[in-house]
Protein backbone atom coordinates (compact mmCIF):
# COMPACT_ATOMS: atom_id res chain seq x y z
CA UNK A 1 0.00 0.00 0.00
CA UNK A 2 3.01 1.99 0.85
CA UNK A 3 4.53 1.50 -2.71
CA UNK A 4 0.97 2.52 -4.19
CA UNK A 5 0.46 5.53 -2.55
CA UNK A 6 4.02 6.72 -3.48
CA UNK A 7 3.37 5.78 -7.05
CA UNK A 8 0.13 7.76 -7.19
CA UNK A 9 2.46 10.68 -5.86
CA UNK A 10 4.90 10.44 -8.66
CA UNK A 11 2.08 10.16 -11.09
CA UNK A 12 0.42 13.48 -9.57
CA UNK A 13 4.13 15.26 -9.76
CA UNK A 14 4.83 14.31 -13.45
CA UNK A 15 0.95 15.50 -14.45
CA UNK A 16 1.81 18.46 -13.06
CA UNK A 17 5.30 18.96 -14.34
CA UNK A 18 7.14 18.94 -11.26
CA UNK A 19 9.32 16.26 -12.18
CA UNK A 20 10.40 18.07 -15.15
CA UNK A 21 10.95 21.16 -13.41
CA UNK A 22 12.99 20.16 -10.98
CA UNK A 23 15.00 17.89 -13.49
CA UNK A 24 15.55 21.10 -15.50
CA UNK A 25 16.67 22.94 -12.71
CA UNK A 26 19.04 20.86 -11.81
CA UNK A 27 20.19 19.86 -15.11
CA UNK A 28 20.67 23.83 -15.54
CA UNK A 29 22.21 24.70 -12.47
CA UNK A 30 24.78 21.78 -12.14
CA UNK A 31 25.85 22.03 -15.42
CA UNK A 32 26.11 25.97 -15.10
CA UNK A 33 28.37 25.56 -11.26
CA UNK A 34 30.17 22.65 -12.46
CA UNK A 35 31.21 24.64 -16.13
CA UNK A 36 31.70 28.01 -14.03
CA UNK A 37 33.95 26.18 -11.22
CA UNK A 38 35.85 24.68 -13.75
CA UNK A 39 36.77 28.25 -15.41
CA UNK A 40 37.61 29.73 -12.21
CA UNK A 41 39.52 26.48 -10.81
CA UNK A 42 41.83 26.92 -13.55
CA UNK A 43 42.09 30.55 -13.36
CA UNK A 44 42.96 30.12 -9.97
CA UNK A 45 45.51 26.94 -10.63
CA UNK A 46 47.18 28.83 -13.44
CA UNK A 47 47.53 31.55 -11.44
CA UNK A 48 49.03 29.90 -8.62
CA UNK A 49 51.23 27.92 -10.96
CA UNK A 50 52.56 31.06 -12.43
CA UNK A 51 53.93 32.36 -9.44
CA UNK A 52 55.17 29.09 -8.38
CA UNK A 53 57.61 29.12 -10.89
CA UNK A 54 58.60 32.86 -10.97
CA UNK A 55 61.78 32.97 -10.48
CA UNK A 56 61.88 36.40 -8.84
CA UNK A 57 61.76 37.62 -4.54
CA UNK A 58 57.90 37.07 -4.78
CA UNK A 59 58.28 33.10 -5.63
CA UNK A 60 56.28 30.82 -3.55
CA UNK A 61 57.61 30.35 -0.10
CA UNK A 62 60.88 31.74 -1.07
CA UNK A 63 62.14 34.71 1.71
CA UNK A 64 63.71 37.37 0.76
CA UNK A 65 66.51 39.16 3.34
CA UNK A 66 66.63 42.75 2.79
CA UNK A 67 69.89 44.48 4.39
CA UNK A 68 69.69 48.71 4.57
CA UNK A 69 73.23 49.62 5.98
CA UNK A 70 73.55 53.09 7.86
CA UNK A 71 76.12 54.93 8.49
CA UNK A 72 77.68 56.24 12.30
CA UNK A 73 74.58 59.02 11.44
CA UNK A 74 72.10 56.93 10.88
CA UNK A 75 71.72 57.66 7.38
CA UNK A 76 71.48 55.46 4.68
CA UNK A 77 75.12 54.28 3.20
CA UNK A 78 75.51 51.19 1.04
CA UNK A 79 79.55 51.28 1.44
CA UNK A 80 79.20 51.00 5.26
CA UNK A 81 79.03 47.59 6.77
CA UNK A 82 79.42 49.15 10.63
CA UNK A 83 75.67 49.87 11.18
CA UNK A 84 73.52 47.45 9.22
CA UNK A 85 69.31 46.72 9.88
CA UNK A 86 67.84 44.01 8.38
CA UNK A 87 63.76 43.79 7.29
CA UNK A 88 62.99 39.95 6.32
CA UNK A 89 60.33 39.89 3.78
CA UNK A 90 58.34 36.69 2.59
CA UNK A 91 55.77 37.23 -0.01
CA UNK A 92 53.94 35.15 -2.15
CA UNK A 93 53.29 32.16 0.05
CA UNK A 94 50.35 30.64 -1.97
CA UNK A 95 47.60 27.93 -1.04
CA UNK A 96 47.42 25.11 -4.18
CA UNK A 97 43.85 25.36 -4.95
CA UNK A 98 41.80 22.38 -3.58
CA UNK A 99 39.68 20.58 -6.45
CA UNK A 100 36.67 19.91 -4.22
CA UNK A 101 36.49 23.86 -3.86
CA UNK A 102 34.40 23.43 -7.16
CA UNK A 103 31.55 21.99 -5.33
CA UNK A 104 31.47 23.94 -2.01
CA UNK A 105 33.20 26.74 -2.29
CA UNK A 106 33.25 27.96 1.60
CA UNK A 107 36.66 29.49 2.89
CA UNK A 108 38.78 28.99 -0.37
CA UNK A 109 39.02 32.20 -1.43
CA UNK A 110 40.64 33.08 2.02
CA UNK A 111 42.51 30.66 2.21
CA UNK A 112 44.12 31.36 -1.22
CA UNK A 113 44.67 34.55 -0.82
CA UNK A 114 48.77 34.99 -0.77
CA UNK A 115 50.29 34.93 3.10
CA UNK A 116 53.15 37.57 3.87
CA UNK A 117 55.46 36.50 6.64
CA UNK A 118 57.66 39.41 7.22
CA UNK A 119 59.51 41.27 10.20
CA UNK A 120 60.03 44.59 10.72
CA UNK A 121 62.98 44.94 12.33
CA UNK A 122 63.38 41.73 14.43
CA UNK A 123 59.21 40.79 14.88
CA UNK A 124 57.72 37.93 13.04
CA UNK A 125 54.04 38.23 11.89
CA UNK A 126 51.78 36.53 9.64
CA UNK A 127 49.16 38.84 7.66
CA UNK A 128 47.30 38.83 4.99
CA UNK A 129 48.82 40.35 1.49
CA UNK A 130 45.23 41.51 -0.34
CA UNK A 131 47.21 43.70 -2.26
CA UNK A 132 48.97 41.19 -4.07
CA UNK A 133 45.61 39.06 -4.49
CA UNK A 134 45.77 35.69 -7.03
CA UNK A 135 44.15 36.92 -10.26
CA UNK A 136 40.49 35.94 -10.78
CA UNK A 137 37.41 36.86 -12.51
CA UNK A 138 36.31 40.21 -11.39
CA UNK A 139 32.60 38.55 -12.38
CA UNK A 140 32.98 35.87 -9.87
CA UNK A 141 33.50 38.43 -6.93
CA UNK A 142 30.18 40.45 -8.05
CA UNK A 143 28.13 37.40 -8.87
CA UNK A 144 29.32 34.79 -7.16
CA UNK A 145 28.59 31.31 -9.22
CA UNK A 146 26.26 28.58 -7.52
CA UNK A 147 28.08 25.65 -6.51
CA UNK A 148 26.81 22.03 -5.42
CA UNK A 149 26.63 23.46 -2.03
CA UNK A 150 24.16 26.17 -3.04
CA UNK A 151 21.75 24.25 -5.37
CA UNK A 152 21.20 21.86 -2.26
CA UNK A 153 21.49 24.42 0.65
CA UNK A 154 18.95 27.19 -1.12
CA UNK A 155 17.30 25.68 -4.32
CA UNK A 156 16.27 22.44 -3.83
CA UNK A 157 15.37 23.26 -0.25
CA UNK A 158 12.97 25.52 -1.73
CA UNK A 159 11.54 22.97 -3.91
CA UNK A 160 10.68 20.95 -1.43
CA UNK A 161 7.81 23.28 -0.27
CA UNK A 162 6.56 23.30 -4.20
CA UNK A 163 6.12 19.15 -3.28
CA UNK A 164 4.70 19.45 -0.23
CA UNK A 165 2.94 22.09 0.88
CA UNK A 166 -0.58 20.21 -0.65
CA UNK A 167 0.66 17.07 0.02
CA UNK A 168 -1.89 16.84 3.05
CA UNK A 169 -3.73 19.98 3.40
CA UNK A 170 -4.37 19.82 -0.85
CA UNK A 171 -5.91 15.81 -0.10
CA UNK A 172 -8.09 16.87 2.47
CA UNK A 173 -8.98 20.29 0.56
CA UNK A 174 -10.72 17.71 -2.32
CA UNK A 175 -11.76 15.52 -0.27
CA UNK A 176 -9.58 12.90 -0.87
CA UNK A 177 -7.58 12.66 2.52
CA UNK A 178 -11.18 10.81 3.89
CA UNK A 179 -11.48 8.94 1.28
CA UNK A 180 -7.60 7.25 1.29
CA UNK A 181 -8.46 6.93 4.85
CA UNK A 182 -11.20 5.16 4.78
CA UNK A 183 -9.73 2.17 2.99
CA UNK A 184 -7.64 -0.10 4.93
CA UNK A 185 -4.29 2.43 4.83
CA UNK A 186 -3.10 3.51 8.01
CA UNK A 187 -1.76 7.01 8.68
CA UNK A 188 1.45 5.68 8.89
CA UNK A 189 1.57 4.16 5.48
CA UNK A 190 0.12 7.36 4.25
CA UNK A 191 3.12 9.47 5.57
CA UNK A 192 5.25 6.92 4.34
CA UNK A 193 3.69 6.79 1.44
CA UNK A 194 3.69 10.49 0.56
CA UNK A 195 7.41 11.09 1.65
CA UNK A 196 8.42 8.24 -0.59
CA UNK A 197 6.64 9.26 -4.21
CA UNK A 198 7.57 13.11 -3.50
CA UNK A 199 11.09 12.74 -2.75
CA UNK A 200 11.80 9.99 -5.35
CA UNK A 201 10.33 13.12 -7.14
CA UNK A 202 12.86 15.41 -6.54
CA UNK A 203 15.63 13.01 -5.34
CA UNK A 204 16.15 10.80 -9.03
CA UNK A 205 16.38 14.10 -11.36
CA UNK A 206 18.70 15.16 -9.22
CA UNK A 207 20.70 12.08 -8.96
CA UNK A 208 20.92 12.27 -12.71
CA UNK A 209 21.66 15.95 -12.98
CA UNK A 210 24.54 14.83 -10.38
CA UNK A 211 26.13 12.18 -12.71
CA UNK A 212 26.48 14.00 -15.36
CA UNK A 213 28.26 16.69 -13.48
CA UNK A 214 30.57 14.40 -11.83
CA UNK A 215 31.17 12.64 -15.26
CA UNK A 216 31.70 15.96 -16.55
CA UNK A 217 34.30 17.36 -13.67
CA UNK A 218 36.01 13.91 -14.30
CA UNK A 219 36.98 14.10 -17.29
CA UNK A 220 38.28 17.68 -17.20
CA UNK A 221 42.34 17.41 -17.59
CA UNK A 222 43.12 20.11 -14.70
CA UNK A 223 41.23 17.72 -12.07
CA UNK A 224 43.05 14.40 -10.46
CA UNK A 225 40.97 13.28 -7.91
CA UNK A 226 41.85 10.40 -5.83
CA UNK A 227 40.06 7.50 -4.18
CA UNK A 228 39.66 10.01 -0.67
CA UNK A 229 38.07 12.40 -3.18
CA UNK A 230 35.41 10.08 -4.41
CA UNK A 231 34.71 9.13 -0.92
CA UNK A 232 34.21 12.47 0.30
CA UNK A 233 32.19 13.06 -2.62
CA UNK A 234 29.72 9.70 -1.73
CA UNK A 235 29.58 11.34 1.82
CA UNK A 236 28.40 14.89 0.73
CA UNK A 237 26.38 13.30 -1.59
CA UNK A 238 24.46 11.53 1.14
CA UNK A 239 24.30 14.32 3.79
CA UNK A 240 22.66 16.33 0.70
CA UNK A 241 20.11 13.56 0.49
CA UNK A 242 19.72 13.74 4.34
CA UNK A 243 19.20 17.44 4.02
CA UNK A 244 16.89 17.39 1.05
CA UNK A 245 14.23 14.35 3.70
CA UNK A 246 14.52 16.37 6.50
CA UNK A 247 12.96 19.34 4.44
CA UNK A 248 10.45 16.92 3.10
CA UNK A 249 9.61 16.20 6.66
CA UNK A 250 9.09 19.56 7.74
CA UNK A 251 6.86 20.49 4.69
CA UNK A 252 4.86 17.14 5.50
CA UNK A 253 4.23 18.49 9.15
CA UNK A 254 3.29 21.69 8.16
CA UNK A 255 1.13 20.29 5.55
CA UNK A 256 -0.59 18.04 8.29
CA UNK A 257 -1.48 20.96 10.55
CA UNK A 258 -3.02 23.25 8.32
CA UNK A 259 -6.40 23.12 7.05
CA UNK A 260 -5.57 25.02 3.69
CA UNK A 261 -2.48 24.47 1.41
CA UNK A 262 -2.41 27.97 0.22
CA UNK A 263 -1.70 28.44 4.21
CA UNK A 264 0.94 25.84 4.22
CA UNK A 265 2.67 27.17 1.04
CA UNK A 266 2.80 30.82 3.31
CA UNK A 267 4.22 28.79 6.75
CA UNK A 268 6.60 26.85 4.80
CA UNK A 269 8.10 29.48 2.77
CA UNK A 270 8.31 31.34 6.14
CA UNK A 271 10.03 28.64 7.82
CA UNK A 272 12.44 28.11 5.24
CA UNK A 273 13.67 31.81 5.42
CA UNK A 274 14.46 31.47 9.05
CA UNK A 275 16.58 27.82 9.11
CA UNK A 276 17.76 28.95 5.16
CA UNK A 277 18.95 32.74 5.62
CA UNK A 278 17.99 34.19 8.68
CA UNK A 279 19.67 31.61 11.62
CA UNK A 280 22.81 30.80 9.56
CA UNK A 281 23.57 34.86 8.78
CA UNK A 282 22.31 35.63 12.47
CA UNK A 283 24.73 33.67 14.16
CA UNK A 284 27.76 35.97 12.82
CA UNK A 285 26.18 39.41 14.26
CA UNK A 286 25.21 37.67 17.63
CA UNK A 287 29.02 36.71 17.73
CA UNK A 288 30.14 39.64 17.36
CA UNK A 289 28.12 41.80 19.48
CA UNK A 290 28.51 39.51 22.55
CA UNK A 291 32.82 39.16 21.91
CA UNK A 292 34.30 42.18 20.41
CA UNK A 293 37.64 42.17 18.96
CA UNK A 294 39.74 45.05 17.47
CA UNK A 295 40.25 44.99 13.89
CA UNK A 296 43.50 44.22 12.59
CA UNK A 297 44.60 47.72 11.70
CA UNK A 298 43.96 48.37 15.52
CA UNK A 299 45.95 45.49 16.81
CA UNK A 300 48.90 46.46 14.37
CA UNK A 301 48.69 49.99 15.57
CA UNK A 302 48.95 48.55 19.37
CA UNK A 303 51.78 45.90 18.47
CA UNK A 304 53.69 49.20 17.34
CA UNK A 305 53.21 51.71 20.35
CA UNK A 306 54.26 48.51 22.22
CA UNK A 307 57.39 48.33 20.22
CA UNK A 308 57.98 51.80 20.22
CA UNK A 309 57.54 52.13 24.15
CA UNK A 310 60.22 49.36 24.56
CA UNK A 311 62.71 51.37 22.05
CA UNK A 312 62.01 54.70 23.95
CA UNK A 313 63.01 52.79 27.28
CA UNK A 314 66.03 51.61 25.55
CA UNK A 315 66.76 54.42 24.27
CA UNK A 316 66.67 56.95 27.27
CA UNK A 317 68.94 54.01 29.00
CA UNK A 318 71.27 53.64 26.21
CA UNK A 319 70.88 56.28 22.95
CA UNK A 320 71.76 54.45 19.66
CA UNK A 321 72.97 55.36 16.19
CA UNK A 322 70.61 53.09 14.31
CA UNK A 323 67.16 55.24 12.88
CA UNK A 324 64.74 53.42 10.73
CA UNK A 325 62.47 55.44 8.31
CA UNK A 326 58.82 54.90 9.34
CA UNK A 327 59.98 53.47 12.84
CA UNK A 328 62.42 55.26 14.76
CA UNK A 329 65.95 54.33 16.89
CA UNK A 330 66.46 50.52 16.68
CA UNK A 331 68.13 48.55 19.54
CA UNK A 332 69.42 45.34 18.78
CA UNK A 333 69.12 43.88 22.00
CA UNK A 334 65.50 44.76 22.66
CA UNK A 335 64.48 43.04 19.84
CA UNK A 336 63.76 39.52 21.72
CA UNK A 337 61.60 41.10 24.50
CA UNK A 338 58.98 43.24 21.62
CA UNK A 339 58.56 40.02 19.92
CA UNK A 340 57.51 38.35 23.14
CA UNK A 341 55.19 41.54 23.51
CA UNK A 342 54.05 41.37 19.98
CA UNK A 343 53.69 37.85 20.33
CA UNK A 344 51.17 37.91 23.64
CA UNK A 345 49.43 40.91 21.88
CA UNK A 346 48.39 38.84 18.70
CA UNK A 347 47.53 35.22 21.13
CA UNK A 348 45.55 37.77 23.62
CA UNK A 349 43.49 38.43 20.18
CA UNK A 350 43.63 35.21 18.72
CA UNK A 351 41.97 33.72 21.52
CA UNK A 352 38.75 36.20 21.82
CA UNK A 353 38.84 35.56 17.31
CA UNK A 354 38.86 32.10 18.31
CA UNK A 355 35.81 32.33 21.02
CA UNK A 356 33.62 34.76 18.65
CA UNK A 357 34.27 32.03 15.75
CA UNK A 358 32.83 29.16 18.09
CA UNK A 359 30.28 31.01 19.17
CA UNK A 360 28.71 32.19 16.01
CA UNK A 361 28.50 27.91 14.98
CA UNK A 362 27.21 27.45 18.19
CA UNK A 363 24.26 29.95 16.72
CA UNK A 364 24.37 28.71 13.42
CA UNK A 365 24.04 24.85 14.41
CA UNK A 366 20.62 25.96 15.36
CA UNK A 367 19.25 25.73 11.97
CA UNK A 368 19.70 22.46 9.71
CA UNK A 369 21.18 24.48 7.20
CA UNK A 370 23.62 26.11 9.83
CA UNK A 371 24.67 22.28 10.00
CA UNK A 372 24.34 21.24 6.36
CA UNK A 373 26.93 24.17 5.52
CA UNK A 374 29.59 23.00 8.37
CA UNK A 375 29.19 19.81 7.46
CA UNK A 376 29.70 20.01 3.30
CA UNK A 377 32.22 22.43 3.49
CA UNK A 378 34.55 20.18 5.65
CA UNK A 379 33.78 17.14 3.02
CA UNK A 380 34.83 19.21 0.96
CA UNK A 381 38.09 20.57 2.75
CA UNK A 382 37.01 24.04 2.36
CA UNK A 383 35.85 24.73 6.19
CA UNK A 384 36.73 27.11 9.08
CA UNK A 385 38.54 23.57 10.46
CA UNK A 386 40.82 23.34 7.29
CA UNK A 387 41.42 27.33 7.47
CA UNK A 388 42.74 27.15 10.74
CA UNK A 389 44.70 23.90 9.68
CA UNK A 390 46.70 26.05 7.28
CA UNK A 391 47.15 28.67 9.83
CA UNK A 392 48.57 26.34 11.77
CA UNK A 393 51.13 25.38 9.36
CA UNK A 394 51.62 28.80 8.44
CA UNK A 395 52.85 29.17 11.85
CA UNK A 396 54.86 26.26 11.94
CA UNK A 397 56.65 27.69 8.76
CA UNK A 398 56.97 31.05 10.60
CA UNK A 399 58.65 29.20 13.37
CA UNK A 400 61.06 27.15 10.75
CA UNK A 401 61.89 30.67 8.94
CA UNK A 402 62.28 33.04 11.67
CA UNK A 403 65.71 30.25 13.28
CA UNK A 404 67.21 29.84 10.14
CA UNK A 405 67.04 33.41 9.68
CA UNK A 406 68.78 34.07 12.95
CA UNK A 407 71.13 31.58 12.22
CA UNK A 408 72.03 33.70 9.11
CA UNK A 409 71.94 36.60 10.56
CA UNK A 410 74.54 35.26 13.15
CA UNK A 411 76.61 34.21 10.35
CA UNK A 412 76.61 37.48 8.22
CA UNK A 413 77.51 39.97 11.44
CA UNK A 414 80.52 38.39 12.09
CA UNK A 415 83.21 40.99 11.64
CA UNK A 416 85.24 38.26 8.91
CA UNK A 417 81.81 37.94 7.07
CA UNK A 418 80.38 41.47 6.42
CA UNK A 419 82.11 41.83 3.00
CA UNK A 420 80.08 38.71 1.57
CA UNK A 421 76.89 40.95 0.36
CA UNK A 422 79.39 42.13 -2.66
CA UNK A 423 80.93 38.97 -3.21
CA UNK A 424 79.55 35.42 -4.83
CA UNK A 425 80.49 33.56 -2.02
CA UNK A 426 82.67 31.01 -3.47
CA UNK A 427 84.84 30.10 -0.71
CA UNK A 428 82.60 30.71 2.06
CA UNK A 429 81.10 27.52 4.84
CA UNK A 430 78.40 25.27 3.44
CA UNK A 431 76.10 26.14 5.72
CA UNK A 432 76.33 29.55 4.34
CA UNK A 433 77.18 28.97 1.14
CA UNK A 434 74.08 26.65 0.82
CA UNK A 435 71.23 29.46 1.91
CA UNK A 436 72.76 32.67 -0.07
CA UNK A 437 71.52 31.77 -3.16
CA UNK A 438 71.34 34.53 -5.09
CA UNK A 439 72.40 37.85 -4.41
CA UNK A 440 70.34 41.18 -6.09
CA UNK A 441 71.05 44.95 -5.88
CA UNK A 442 68.10 47.80 -5.73
CA UNK A 443 68.44 51.17 -5.60
CA UNK A 444 72.00 51.69 -6.45
CA UNK A 445 73.44 49.28 -3.79
CA UNK A 446 71.46 50.74 -1.22
CA UNK A 447 69.11 47.36 -0.61
CA UNK A 448 70.94 43.96 -0.91
CA UNK A 449 68.25 40.94 -1.11
CA UNK A 450 69.41 37.86 -0.18
CA UNK A 451 67.39 35.28 -1.78
CA UNK A 452 66.28 31.82 0.24
CA UNK A 453 65.70 28.49 -1.13
CA UNK A 454 65.88 25.86 0.73
CA UNK A 455 62.39 26.80 2.91
CA UNK A 456 59.72 26.31 0.18
CA UNK A 457 56.09 26.60 1.98
CA UNK A 458 54.05 23.28 1.62
CA UNK A 459 50.86 22.32 2.91
CA UNK A 460 49.25 19.53 3.81
CA UNK A 461 44.97 18.97 3.81
CA UNK A 462 42.40 17.30 6.28
CA UNK A 463 42.97 13.59 5.93
CA UNK A 464 39.48 12.31 5.98
CA UNK A 465 39.36 10.68 9.67
CA UNK A 466 40.38 13.97 11.27
CA UNK A 467 37.77 15.81 8.56
CA UNK A 468 35.05 13.07 10.17
CA UNK A 469 36.08 13.74 13.81
CA UNK A 470 35.74 17.51 13.30
CA UNK A 471 32.15 17.19 11.39
CA UNK A 472 30.79 14.51 13.40
CA UNK A 473 28.44 17.27 15.57
CA UNK A 474 27.20 18.09 12.35
CA UNK A 475 26.54 15.09 10.36
CA UNK A 476 24.98 14.19 14.37
CA UNK A 477 22.75 17.17 14.23
CA UNK A 478 21.53 16.71 11.18
CA UNK A 479 20.36 13.09 11.88
CA UNK A 480 18.57 14.39 14.65
CA UNK A 481 17.04 17.28 12.97
CA UNK A 482 15.94 14.41 10.65
CA UNK A 483 14.41 12.38 12.84
CA UNK A 484 12.61 14.89 15.02
CA UNK A 485 10.93 16.24 11.20
CA UNK A 486 9.87 12.85 11.14
CA UNK A 487 8.39 12.28 14.50
CA UNK A 488 6.56 15.75 14.30
CA UNK A 489 5.10 14.71 10.67
CA UNK A 490 4.08 11.48 12.32
CA UNK A 491 2.67 13.19 14.90
CA UNK A 492 0.52 15.81 12.99
CA UNK A 493 -0.50 13.43 10.48
CA UNK A 494 -1.75 10.87 13.46
CA UNK A 495 -3.83 14.01 14.95
CA UNK A 496 -5.05 15.58 11.92
CA UNK A 497 -8.39 15.66 10.65
CA UNK A 498 -9.29 14.22 7.33
CA UNK A 499 -12.60 16.83 6.80
CA UNK A 500 -11.87 20.49 5.73
Known sequence: MVWLIAKKEIYDNWQSHKIILTFALCIILLMMSVWLGLIDYSERLLGYNLTRNANTF???????????????????????????????????????PVGLSILARGLEDRMNRPVRLFDVLGGYTATIDTSNSQEKNKLFVLFSPPDFLFVVKVVLSLLTILFTFSAIAGEREQGTLQLMLSNSVSRGQMLLGKFLGGYLSIVIPFLVAVLIALFLLARDPLITFGGENWLRILLLLITSLAYIALFFFI??????????????????????????????????????????????????????????????DAERSKPSGMFVPGYGKFHPEVQPQIEEARQEIEERYAKLRQKRLRLSQ?????????????????????????????????????????????????LLQKPEKQPLIYQNLPQEPRALRDRLVKINS?????????????????????SLPRTL???WLDLSLLVLWLGFSFVFAMLAIMKCRVRQ
Open 58 to 96: ASVGKPALTYVFFDEAGKLNPNSTTRAASIVNLIGIYRR
Open 442 to 462: YEGGTVRNIIQNELSFTFDLL
Open 362 to 410: IVTRFSPTGAYVHAATGLAQTSIEDEEFYHSQLVQHKTQLDATIKETFA
Open 469 to 471: NAI
Open 251 to 312: GLYISALTQRAATAAVLLLAIWVILTLVVPNVGWLVAKQVVRVPSQQQIDTEKFKTAREIED
